[in-house]
């Protein structure tokens, strides 16, 4: 059997035909054209693009309230629609709503094409603040028109419109002032306020009370104090050693007393307290009162004697002098002959070559009668007494 000899071809570069090249173009572009057209057919979603917005002109109150604007008691509604050429029906640019309102309903509707579209509104306008607003306070003065405690204080009013949505509420408790102006109001449920200051006389400091001393004289005891305020009144208690009673000598304005109605050899405390005109009290301050004049008269405890003691007594009918000796313990250490029932002891003196001061101690006192000339000698006792001279 021959076989035909295999022949080996030499490749060859393929060439594309001009014409394939102007198809693919063509097609290209049919591509192009369609894609074009189907985007200028609406859509489902392009319906849905038909919207209703609007905006107000004026002041944004609270709880979706308007408190008219800078005009006066209205506002101003503007509507907005999407396709500017739907139809629309009540759907001013300009709609103005005047106040006050408790709700006035506005409505905006629009078509394209099929697709309709409503939007709804509702205004309320209340640019009034609250009325009658006043204070009232929780209690009455605590004295002559002034507080001198904590005192609570709260406002009240009324809205016709919105209603009243809070009033100011609170407790005063200071600072000090005749007229302290206490502020608060009410706010109505659109947030326009009104407020109405109260004024409240308070005071709660207590005077302060010093310089309480005492002067003992023999007409009387003279008591002088030192308040905060001159206007302050006092009131000055008195009791006597040994008694429990203590009643009232002065009440009154003032920086001193003179109290006229003591008695001789007793010995007095004397207790000061003042106040203010709002009612408060400073705190008591007692002093005690060493008389001045001594007496025999016999009680149940030994007096203490005021600085420079006057010695006194019972005239006797026909004396025509008076001798007294004093003695400190067992040692006499003066003795004088005056022609008057009371003598006044000094501070210091010489007897006896000896010098003597009245100083702190325990003393006792002895007077006679002397009856004639002195020189007759001719006493008759009167009687003794003690008294104490304290430590100063």
Same mark, same amino acid.
């Given at each position: ?94 709609? #103005? ?84 102006? &206490? ?27 010093? #310089? ?33 009673? !203590? ?29 203010? !005109? ?8 007692? &002093? ?36 007294? !000796? ?23 003196? #010489? ?42």
């Amino acid at each position: 059997m021959h076989r035909r000899p295999v022949r080996f071809l030499r490749p060859t570069r393929r060439r594309v035909s001009p014409c394939l090249t102007r198809t693919t173009v063509r097609r290209s572009l049919a591509l192009v054209a369609l894609s074009l057209l189907a985007a200028a057919v609406p859509s489902s979603a392009a319906a849905d693009s038909l919207t209703i917005t609007y905006t107000v002109d004026g002041i944004s109150g609270a709880n979706g309230w308007y408190r008219g604007s800078a005009g006066g008691n209205y506002i101003v509604v503007h509507w907005h629609v999407s396709d500017p050429s739907a139809t629309t029906v009540g759907c001013e640019l300009g709609l #103005k709503i005047m106040g006050p309102t408790t709700g006035f309903t506005s409505s905006c509707s629009a078509q394209s094409g099929p697709e309709t579209a409503t939007k709804t509104v509702v205004v309320k306008i209340d640019a009034d603040p609250p009325a009658g607003v006043g204070a009232s306070l929780g209690r009455s003065p605590d004295v002559n028109g002034w507080y001198n405690h904590a005192v609570g204080v709260s406002w009240s009013g009324s809205d016709a419109t919105s209603g009243i949505a809070s009033c100011t509420s609170l407790t005063y408790g200071g600072p000090d002032s005749a007229s302290a102006a &206490v502020g608060g109001g009410c706010t109505d449920n659109a947030g326009n306020s009104a407020s109405s200051p109260v004024a409240i006389s308070f005071d709660a400091t207590a005077p302060a009370l010093s #310089k309480v001393t005492i002067t003992s004289g023999a007409a009387a005891d003279v008591l002088r104090w030192t308040s905060s305020s001159a206007s302050d009144s006092a009131v000055v208690q008195r009791s006597a050693r040994g008694n429990k009673e !203590q009643p009232i000598v002065f009440r009154g304005t003032g920086a001193s007393f003179a109290d006229k109605k003591i008695q001789h050899s007793l010995e007095y405390t004397y207790s000061v307290q003042t106040s203010d !005109q709002a009612g408060n009290a400073s705190r008591k301050i007692s &002093v005690s009162a060493l008389p001045k004049v001594l007496t025999l008269r016999k009680l149940p405890y030994v007096p203490r004697a005021s600085s420079k003691p006057i010695l006194r007594w019972d005239a006797v009918r026909r004396a025509t002098y008076y001798h007294l !000796q004093l003695f400190r313990g067992a040692k006499r250490i003066f003795a004088a002959w005056p022609i008057k029932n009371e003598l006044g002891l000094p501070a210091a003196w #010489k007897w006896s070559g000896h010098r003597y001061r009245l100083g702190p101690g325990h003393y006792r006192w002895y007077v006679w009668a002397g009856l004639g000339r002195r020189s007759f000698a001719h006493y008759k006792a009167i009687g003794s007494a003690r008294f104490i001279v304290p430590r100063r």
